[in-house]
């Protein structure tokens, strides 16, 4: 198993940049893919971002492509979203999960995501 823990959410002006981390225990971090899903009131959970357990696949949803990077350091047991020119649109909660996906070395689908941490909310003021 492996517990999650987000950090780095905050108030931001649009145009503004965050950084949230993810910090996993256990000794099998490497072996998972990691996502970044956010959920705004009164809309459905969606993948963000994702990346393979050796950084070599990523998926970013179209909205937020060309903005936001993730990344990982193994050694660290943390995964990272880097977050630029951010819009009032990316208000919400910022959730980091992992899965080991069907496919191996994938990035796995979105139902695939079985470990969640509790969240950090992101808001960005117009």
């Known amino acids: 198993q492996v517990q999650l823990v987000e950090s780095g959410g905050g108030l931001v002006q649009a145009g503004g940049s965050l950084r949230l981390s993810c910090a996993a225990s256990?000794?099998?971090?490497?072996?998972?893919?990691m996502g970044w899903f956010r959920q705004a009131p009164g809309k459905e959970r969606e993948l963000v971002s994702a990346?393979?357990?050796?950084?070599?696949?990523?998926y970013y949803a179209d909205s937020v492509k060309g903005r936001f990077t993730i990344s990982r350091d193994n050694a660290k047991n943390t995964v990272y979203l880097q977050m630029n020119s951010l819009k009032p649109e990316d208000t919400a909660v910022y959730y980091c999960?992992?899965?080991?996906?069907?496919?191996?070395?994938?990035?796995?689908?979105?139902?695939?995501?079985?470990?969640w941490g509790q969240g950090t909310q992101v808001t960005v003021s117009s």
């Open positions: 256990g000794r099998t971090f490497s072996s998972y893919a």
């Open positions: 999960a992992a899965t080991r996906p069907v496919v191996a070395g994938g990035i796995g689908s979105s139902d695939e995501y079985d470990y």
């Open positions: 990346i393979s357990w050796s950084g070599g696949s990523t």
